[in-house]
Every structure is written in structure tokens, then in C-alpha cells.
């Protein structure tokens, strides 16, 4: 498990290094053990981490393309989507929660949101529009990739080009954010008020003005008119000192699974893509969390087996990997032959 989902090695290839040493294991035998030990404990887990996750305030959300096989009524090659869900850079509790669903329509986020109410980071895909009680906060990292796409590919003939001096306003509100880090966040809504807030207006201006003046199908035209159309919810993260500038949060959380799906390239069963999302949310909570994932997977293959949480579910609150007893037992720099002793 720790080599498929940390390391990004696929099961064939492990199968082939457990022969080389003498141990002929299947891959099929592989994947059954991951599937089963994910429905049997480690979904139960996620689903717990899940429901803290919907009392925070401020959550991030983004999603990227799975192949699945086997999936009902639908052919091999269709496209299926892992949804990534994750608490605000600003929270107590780290977490990250994988969620496998066969598209990408807003009625997945909002099945999984139900119950939700905040701040929430997302790009600008309009099926998270159907997510209610929620304000939108939108990213200002799309938006500048929007204007660095725009720029000649002549680096010689950047300088003082229009897309250049959007990518200097956007580059300035980053850098007022990176000296409010250590800020309470009632302190950090207000320094943003005062010194961002005027940096955005003039932004806002500079675009207005500056649209009647670029072609509309420009890459240019493009990047000032997404600007523009999404102001709203690019203004959102202002209301509360919790929310953030970008959702780099959430697309740097889900690059592991992108990473390992280069490797192993499909799941192999819906089953298989359930158990996976469980198993990459344990584990990038528990990095989340500066947890070693090894030694907070095998805390929990010694310790949920012997927990009734099918009748007392709050049973797995203290396996949660910001609780004090798991930090000390699996942090970073803890020996891996300690945890049984």
C-alpha cells in the first residue's frame, strides 16, 4: 500500500519485486487485500475525517480525470473523475478527502458538501455552483496563469506588455499575502482591507479600461475577460481572514494521485477506485498532518481491528492524525520497528 500510494509504484511491478525475493504474490491477490482493507477499515476512517471536514468554514475542492474499468453501463475508455477535497490552509485540523465519482457534474460536489456551510476554493468550473450555502472564493493563481499563457514567447518582448503589468497586480497581492501568514485571522482580514483591497480596485479598473482595447478571442481578450466575469468570486476571499488567495492548496494536494496515475494509469474495477480514494485520503491527511504515513498506516492496521466503529463510530476520533497520542507515535523521524514494541 505505502509503495503504490506514496511511492507510485503499480502492483505489476511489485508483483514482479516480491518474486524476485522468492514470494510469488499476485497482482490480483494484491489488489484484494487493498480493496478489502480499505472497505473494512480505512473507509470508515475517511468517512469520519469527511464529516469533521463539513464543520470548518473554509474548504477547497478540485478534480482531475480516473479511468475505470467496469464501471455499470458505461464503456472502459469513459471518463470518471477523483474529486479532492481539503480543509483551509488555516486550519487546526489538516485534511484531505479523495472522493471517487463516474463524472463530473455538480451534483457530485454537492452530494459530498451536504451539510456544508462556508467559504469555498475552487477553480471557476460552474457545476460548483450547485453546491448551496456556500460563498465561491476563486483562484488568482488561474487567473495569472491566464496572463502568463498571454505573454509573447519572446521573453525579449515582454517587458511592459499588457499581460505583464496584470501578472505585476496579481504578484503583488501575493506577496502582501506571504508577510500576513503569521497573522490571527481577524488580524489578516483587516490588513487585507487596507492593503490589498485598494490593489484589487485598481486592478478591476485597469482591466475595464483595458478590455475595449485587446481582441476578444486573444489569448489576452481571454485572460481579461475571465477576470472580469468572475470578479465576484474573486473578491470573496476578502470576507474572512480564513480563506485564501489561490486553491493551490487543493491542486498540490491532489498532484500525488496525478502522479501515481501516470504509473498505474486505470483502476482496474470501481471497487478498486473506491479503495484508492480511501487510501490516498489517509495517507495525504497524515502527510497533511507531518505524520510518516508508514507508521500511521500501521498504527492503524494494529489498533481498528479491535474497534467496535460500526457501533460506536466516535471510537475512531482518537485515531484522527492531529490527535496528541498519534503525533507522538507516528511522526516524522519516529523509528518504523518502534510502533509494536
Known amino acids: 500500500m505505502y509503495q503504490k500510494y ?16 522468492g514470494i510469488p504474490i499476485s497482482r490480483a491477490t494484491l489488489a484484494n487485500w487493498m480493496i478489502l482493507t480499505a472497505r473494512d477499515h480505512l473507509i470508515p476512517l475517511k468517512d469520519r475525517m469527511a464529516r469533521t471536514m463539513k464543520q470548518e468554514e473554509v474548504l477547497h475542492a478540485d478534480e482531475t480525470p480516473v479511468q475505470v474499468m467496469g464501471e455499470d453501463g458505461r464503456s472502459n475508455t469513459a471518463t470518471s473523475y477523483m474529486w479532492l477535497y481539503a480543509t483551509g490552509e488555516h ?22 458538501l451536504k451539510g456544508f456551510k462556508g467559504y469555498l476554493h475552487t477553480d471557476a468550473y460552474a457545476g460548483y455552483d450547485q453546491v448551496p450555502d456556500i460563498t465561491r472564493c476563486l483562484c488568482f493563481a488561474h487567473l495569472r496563469r491566464n496572463f502568463i499563457d498571454a505573454l509573447p514567447k519572446d521573453k525579449a518582448k515582454r517587458k511592459g506588455t499588457l499581460s505583464e503589468q496584470a501578472i505585476t497586480y496579481c504578484n503583488a497581492l501575493f506577496a502582501a499575502e506571504r508577510e500576513m501568514k503569521e497573522l490571527s485571522d481577524e488580524e489578516r482580514r483587516r490588513k487585507r482591507l487596507e492593503q490589498e483591497k485598494p490593489i484589487l480596485e485598481e486592478f478591476w479598473g485597469w482591466l475595464e479600461k483595458t478590455e475595449p482595447t485587446v481582441l476578444p ?3 489576452l481578450g481571454q485572460a481579461v475577460s475571465y477576470a472580469l466575469k468572475y470578479k465576484e468570486g474573486f473578491m ?9 488567495l489561490s486553491n493551490n492548496l487543493a491542486e498540490n494536494a491532489i498532484r500525488p494521485f496525478t502522479i501515481g496515475r501516470k504509473n498505474w494509469l486505470f483502476s482496474a474495477s470501481p471497487k478498486g477506485a473506491e479503495a484508492s480514494a480511501a487510501i490516498y485520503s489517509i495517507i495525504e491527511t497524515a502527510k497533511a498532518n507531518g505524520l510518516d504515513p508508514y507508521l500511521y498506516l500501521e498504527y492503524l492496521f494494529e489498533h481498528l481491528p479491535g474497534l467496535p466503529v460500526n457501533r460506536r463510530p466516535e471510537l475512531l476520533d482518537r485515531l484522527m492524525p492531529w490527535m496528541p497520542k498519534i503525533q507522538e507515535a507516528c511522526g516524522k523521524g519516529k523509528s518504523r520497528n518502534s510502533i509494536c514494541e
Not at 470573496?236 to 485564501?244: M, P, Q, V
Request: net charge positive; aromatic share 14%.
Open 6 to 21: 506514496v511511492n507510485a509504484m503499480p502492483l505489476y511491478r511489485q508483483e514482479k519485486e516480491w518474486e524476485a525475493l
Open 91 to 112: 486550519s487546526d485540523h489538516p485534511i484531505r478527502i479523495f472522493d471517487y465519482r463516474p463524472g463530473r457534474g455538480g451534483k457530485y460536489p454537492r452530494a459530498f
Open 217 to 219: 478571442k486573444s489569448a
Open 236 to 244: 470573496a476571499y476578502l470576507e474572512d481572514g480564513k480563506c485564501s
